[in-house]
Nanobody, 123 residues
Framework: QVQLVESGGGLVQAGGSLRLSCAAS????????MGWIRQAPGKEREFVAAISWSGGSIWYADSVKGRFTISRDNAKNTVYLQMNSLKPEDTGVYYC????????????????WGQGTQVTVSS
């Protein structure tokens, strides 16, 4: 079974930055997209960003374009999410995901999920 472990969350004031990382262990699907999905308190889960390990394609939600950057390090089997210019509405639990359903890397349809890491942005 694949395990995904997120880290890097924390408390930051508006305008600040955080860098999330996701380390994968066990078998991973290197040709499949990996992504980040978040959930704010009392709200539904929301797609944030995804990256294709084999093709280098990248997807972002409109709400984070220009502020967040997703990247990968295949040698470390790790995906990152650099978050700049953070806003209070970015607050939530961020989940690393792997093995996107075919044709839907920018959705919530992933086969594996991490435990989540809390991001809190204060005003």
């Amino acid at each position: 079974q694949v395990q995904l472990v997120e880290s890097g969350g924390g408390l930051v004031q508006a305008g600040g930055s955080l860098r999330l990382s996701c380390a994968a262990s066990g078998r991973t699907f290197s040709d499949d997209a990996m992504g980040w999905i978040r959930q704010a308190p009392g709200k539904e889960r929301e797609f944030v960003a995804a990256i294709s390990w084999s093709g280098g394609s990248i997807w972002y939600a409109d709400s984070v374009k220009g502020r967040f950057t997703i990247s990968r390090d295949n040698a470390k089997n790790t995906v990152y999410l650099q978050m700049n210019s953070l806003k209070p509405e970015d607050t939530g639990v961020y989940y690393c995901t792997a093995a996107a359903k075919a044709g839907k890397p920018d959705s919530l349809e992933y086969g594996y999920w991490g435990q989540g890491t809390q991001v809190t942005v204060s005003s």
